[in-house]
């Protein structure tokens, strides 16, 4: 069975800091990564995915993730935080029709 | 921008109680799916369906559990008879194409059974 580990539950940072949210899985076949933000009163939005190609993958809102397969691992990254990215951050895993989400992290960005 | 929507936001019930949760989901799409979060816990994959059928589903969807499509837009999700540990945001997820594909979800359905 496919499971997924994030790594912090609650990050808090400030504007202009630098994130990175860890995100490890475990499954031995073909997998589609993928991570999803979940602002305050809002639904799951895709911030970005992985299928195949360039292991380093931009997303929206200046989101990259990289994907090291050697290490099952899929961690989210942004260079410069704002306080509009407070949010939870779910990483998902895919590899036949439902997506396996890990616990997700809450990130708190202070003004 | 197209997007899954849920009713209610917010549904309370009595233990026992038969609820149904509603899904519209984007219109061109062609996979369905429900998911729950139980609070403080992860979100679960509940079931998929396409074409009428389900596709797969989970060890939590037991016979408690149906979902249906009754028309070309709804799909809906029934909780026969429901027990305090169904306390759980649902949400449902509809994806254009199936396997791996991205899904979209709505913004959920807060069940709370007392």
Redesign the interface.
Known sequence: AQSVSQHNHHVILSEAASLELGCNYSYGGTV?L?W?VQYP??????LL?Y?SGDPLVKGIKGFEAEFIKSKFSFNLRKPSVQWSDTAEY?CAV???????????TTVTVRA | EP??TQTPSHQVTQMGQEVILRCVPISNHL?F?W?RQILG?????LV?FYNNEI??K?EIFDDQFSVERPDGSNFTLKIRSTKLEDSAMY?C?SSRQ???N???????TRLSVL
């Open positions: 589609n993928f999803y009163g809002q639904h799951l939005q895709l995915k299928f779910f895919s590899n036949d029709y439902k997506l396996s989400f890990g616990a997700g | 997007e899954v996979y799916y998911y816990q992860k979100v679960e994959f998929s596709s797969e989970s949400f997820a199936g396997k791996g991205i899904q979209y979800f709505g913004a959920g």
